[in-house]
């Protein structure tokens, strides 16, 4: 396993981020993180990313705990942190300023197939943005990718684009994980799909299981959380 959680519970003041939560993620999967909001995927994320540490129960991510590991994960979060002066010639800079791993020729790549305008972030539009936050990601040489909503807030064409180039980039050694409510678009993607609710594991399934059963991602996300 690349990556795991044992009964892990994660508590927050007013309510229960995760409850007695035990899954494993081998390699190889792009698996879906699917809920409605606070049922706990970002937790989920950000406790695998080393982010968060659990209240009880261990969470494990190649071998020991996931703070140790880092290097070798990349967390993506939904939120925006890109400086207004950062054009994608200063973030290709920062990258290689700080992680061994980027990939320049793969960076400037992405950015060609994302279609990153070359100006700063702040004459870029929230799918501008979008993309070259995600060319900075995937550039890296990484076996646990943690998406968190790369597609919220984004137009179409911009989630397309994302989609396109997180199949492209994939490998078969890699394990995605990939949070969104754009369930319909990205259930193409999936090789395995959780559903979260209230902070429990409402379902792990594989896709291909429910495709042979005649249902869809979409219509499971449907029964089992509506």
């Not at 646990?144 to 137009?155: M, Q, S, V």
């Not at 594991?201 to 291909?208: F, N, Q, S």
């Amino acid at each position: 396993m690349l990556a795991s959680l044992d009964r892990v519970t994660k508590r927050y003041p007013r309510a229960d981020g995760l409850r007695d939560f035990t899954v494993g993620f081998p390699a190889g999967e792009v698996v879906g993180v699917l809920g409605l909001n606070g049922s706990g995927k970002s937790t989920l994320l950000k406790l695998l990313a080393g982010l968060l540490f659990p209240t009880s129960g261990t969470v494990t991510a190649f071998g020991g705990p996931p703070r140790l590991n880092r290097a070798k994960l990349i967390y993506l979060g939904e939120n925006d942190s890109l400086w207004t002066w950062m054009s994608p010639k200063d973030a290709e800079a920062f990258m290689r300023g700080l992680y061994d791993d980027f990939d320049v020729a793969r960076y400037r790549g992405l950015l060609d197939s994302l279609s990153v305008p070359q100006r700063k972030t702040k004459a870029m539009s929230k799918g501008e943005r979008g993309r070259l936050r995600l060319a900075m990601a995937l550039a890296r040489d990484a076996k646990l990718y943690l998406l968190d909503e790369p597609l919220a807030g984004i137009d179409l064409l911009s989630r397309e684009k994302i989609l396109q180039s997180i199949v492209r980039e994939w490998h078969k050694d890699e394990t995605i994980l990939l949070s969104t409510h754009e369930v319909a678009e990205a259930e193409g993607l999936f090789d395995r799909v959780l559903y979260l609710r209230d902070g429990r594991l409402a379902l792990d399934v594989g896709a291909e299981d429910l495709r042979n059963q005649g249902r869809s991602v979409v219509q499971a996300f449907r029964e089992v959380l509506g």
